[in-house]
């Protein structure tokens, strides 16, 4: 959407939610990494990828978002597979997640 359009779409979210007790009624469009990221998070919480007080994943989910010009897609990296692909130039894909419930952290590739 143009910049205004999108500025009218933002302030009418924000005056929806406001009276449901939001202080601040932040509202603002996400990047296309931090929503990869956190729709990873959502579907693999939602799948009980994550217990409280265990340091691992259990069955993590891929998550693709197909959209008509472009797709996101994100998912889990093991350590040692993550810092191969760091020293294989390709840092700026992967980023560290805390995880839910203390619970750890993880690496996805983005």
């Not at 005056?15 to 956190?38: C, I, N």
């Not at 959502?42 to 409280?52: D, G, I, K």
């Not at 994943?57 to 010009?69: A, C, K, Q």
């Not at 390709?90 to 952290?105: D, E, H, Q, V």
Request: hydrophobic share 45%; aromatic share 10%; charged share 25%.
């Amino acid at each position: 959407l143009p910049d205004d359009e999108s500025r009218r779409v933002l302030d009418a979210v924000q005056s929806f939610v406001q009276p449901y007790g939001f202080l601040d009624a932040g509202v603002e469009l996400l990047d296309g990494k931090a929503e990869s990221e956190l729709a990873w998070l959502t579907v693999n919480f939602l799948m009980q990828a994550f217990r409280p007080g265990v340091q691992a994943i259990n069955n993590p989910m891929v998550v693709m978002d197909m959209r008509s010009v472009s797709l996101q897609v994100a998912h889990y990296m093991r350590d040692r597979d993550a810092q191969r692909a760091k020293k294989a130039g390709r840092a700026s894909y992967i980023r560290k997640l805390r995880l839910p419930f203390g619970s750890g952290t993880a690496h996805i590739y983005r």
